[in-house]
């Protein structure tokens, strides 16, 4: 499978990027400058020289090359492997001016090692989900193409301690949890972006998802302006009033580290938010 792509410089990044051209989306986003705002925010907010970070659904490598050109040490797993082209060629060029270092995996992050089939999306580059043992397509995806991926535990792959995790594996989160244990075990002082979206979620609930982080110790909270700290309860609640389909929630956490990185005026901002909402 061959995608075009085209190159954008995108001067909050300090370097050029390639996107997928057809991409509707993701590519769009960062054509006018920043993709997934709030989340990038709190990536960067935690973000220190020499750090390592860990990128699981790197996609077209944005959140890698943030942690390359801040000096971090970050590895990446992308399994589509013309996505992963893309991601390669742009942590690549991040090397090149940034101080930071960048490993791409070719592969999925999952609880047991194997090989699985991916269901592309025909126009967001960026939803492509891992399918069930079913081996259908959900129905919001319409029809589009269909690969074999090599699917990893982390644990096997690489080893912790990690300051910041990103994940963002469209419903493949909960795997990808199970197969990073002794990673979580290992980075006691860590920052987590993750997508919480039970409609795709595979093979657990989402109260399941959100306390298996609680009784890890981490405070969660979603990935906004402002955000706040929220028990599980909470979001369930919040998620109950979006559409399950296109509904999911960016998903902040922190354990070990501090959860307000917008100093006082976030602080301020974040109590006045928690108030407003239900």
């Known amino acids: 499978m061959a995608l075009k792509t085209k190159t954008l410089h995108v001067p909050s990044l300090g370097v050029d990027f390639d996107v997928l051209a057809e991409d509707a989306v993701i590519g769009p986003a960062i054509a006018r400058g920043m993709w997934e705002e709030h989340e990038t925010r ?5 973000l220190n020289p020499g750090d390592r970070v860990l990128d699981l659904g790197a996609n077209v ?12 040490d970050v590895h990446c797993f992308e399994p589509v492997p013309a996505i992963a082209d893309v991601c ?3 942590l690549e060029r991040a090397m090149k001016i940034g101080r930071g270092k960048a490993t791409l995996h070719r592969c999925a992050a999952g609880s047991a090692v194997g090989v699985g089939f991916i269901a592309l999306s025909s126009r967001n580059f960026g939803d492509n989900r891992i399918l069930g043992p079913s081996g259908v397509r959900q129905p919001d995806m319409g029809s589009g193409d269909m690969l074999q991926i090599v699917v990893e535990r982390v644990d096997d792959v690489v080893r912790g301690p990690f300051r910041v995790i990103k994940i963002d594996t469209q419903g493949s989160e909960w795997h990808a949890l199970c197969g990073m244990t002794r990673i979580l075990e290992m980075s006691p002082a860590t920052a987590l972006l993750i997508e919480y979206w039970p409609y795709a979620l595979r093979d657990a609930t989402g109260i399941q998802l959100l306390q298996f982080l609680v009784d890890r110790g981490f405070t969660l909270g979603k990935a906004t302006a402002a955000p706040y700290p929220m028990k599980p309860e909470r979001i369930q609640r919040q998620m109950s009033t979006r559409d399950p389909v296109k509904g999911g929630l960016d998903l902040y956490a922190t354990r070990g580290v501090p959860f307000h990185v917008g100093g006082p005026v976030g602080r301020l ?3 006045a938010r928690s108030l407003r909402e239900g």
Request: proline share 0%; aromatic share 14%.
């Open 61 to 72: 490598g944005w959140f890698g090359v943030q942690a390359v050109m801040a000096g971090a």
């Open 88 to 90: 390669e060629k742009n």
């Open 42 to 46: 709190l990536f960067r907010a935690h």
């Open 269 to 271: 901002r974040a109590l």
